[in-house]
């Protein structure tokens, strides 16, 4: 398959682009014509009817100059966090305004890594993702170092990425880097030779990774690697390519030097796993028979359709559906509490703000995620 069919058969994409592609190495400041490629490129995306989400790197190289910070000097954790947030306002108004000329506005997204790992900051975080998307603004993502600690961090935004990608079920994920891709030794060695495909990350393929890089960023080409391991189990593709080109992902769609990762399955089938892994529900919702009809195929269960709930359980919990019989026939994510579930069980959707107060959406559980057993799957 070409790069063109490639990019053109994934209908969300996933972009990470470093420091290095963003930042003048010399003065710390932005630079604009690449900001403005990338969106460009994101543009075209878009009018062929597909998804971008952005992660950008750039916060604290950013906000080193504005503190007065060297662009080597070593920073310990609390100067680290301190430029992020010195940073990042320029970094965000530095993509708004390259989205802009197109149409678009962009919108900030901090995550840390409990939003991808806690179920109910996951769910809170992809149906946020969701939302950006459905209303046409691309989501900007970076990490949240402010506030992160050395223990608790994704520690580069190319883990960072291969985690979004997770989260919002992308089909690709696109690393631009300072180089074009994996070589069997250091690219600046004579002789050394690219790697075009990659069906999985062996650990002959980890021990290429060879040492990190110098520049503004703190990935290397291991993180990379490690990242695509997490995106391919996510059945998310990822391609390593140059991001120095005048529009990265037009290059790369005419055939431009990269490194591609398969993947292993799609992200329907890890998520189904991921579900389906739960050792021990936290409840079962029993359902009516319309209700039971309408999640067998492929509906989001509503609160009308609930005739009971058992079990103290969290949002983001998972749960399973039982039909009128009282047999579980799916597993599902809950999308609000126990308690709350009890409180609203029958209503209608319309109705569950004025008997909670507010409201989390109007399904319990959404059809994205809900595995029907064996049996039951169509």
Known sequence: MTAAARLAAARRIVIKIGSAQLIDAQTGAPRADRFAAVAADIA?????????????????????????????????????????????????QM????????????????????????????????????????FGAVPVINENDTVATQELRFGDNDRLAARTAQLCSARLLVILSDVDGLYD???????????????????????????????????????KIAAARIAMAAGCAVVITSGAAARPLDALREGARASWFAAHGSPETARRAWIQGALSPAGTLHLDAGARRAVAAGRSLLPAGVTRVEGAFRRGDTVRLAGPEGRGFATGIAGYDGEEARRIAGLASGAVEAALGYRRGAALVHAGDIVLDGEEAP
Request: charged letters at 20%; aromatic letters at 4%; zero cysteines.
């Open 185 to 223: 030794r250091d690219p600046a060695e004579p002789g050394a030779r690219h790697i075009p495909e990659i069906a999985s990350v062996s650990p002959e393929i980890e021990a290429l990774a060879g040492p990190p890089r110098p520049g503004a960023g703190t990935g290397g080409m291991a993180s």
């Open 44 to 92: 075209d995306l878009r009018a062929r009817g597909q998804e971008a989400v952005l992660v950008s790197s750039g916060a604290v190289a950013l906000g080193r100059p504005r503190l007065g910070l060297g662009p080597r000097q070593r920073l310990s954790l609390e100067h680290k966090q301190a430029a992020a947030a010195a940073g990042q306002a320029l970094l965000i």
């Open 95 to 134: 993509w708004d305004q390259a989205f802009a000329v197109h149409g678009y506005p962009a919108a900030q997204a901090l995550l840390s890594p409990a939003d991808t790992e806690a179920r109910a900051r996951w769910l809170n975080a992809r149906n946020t993702l969701e939302a950006l998307l459905s």
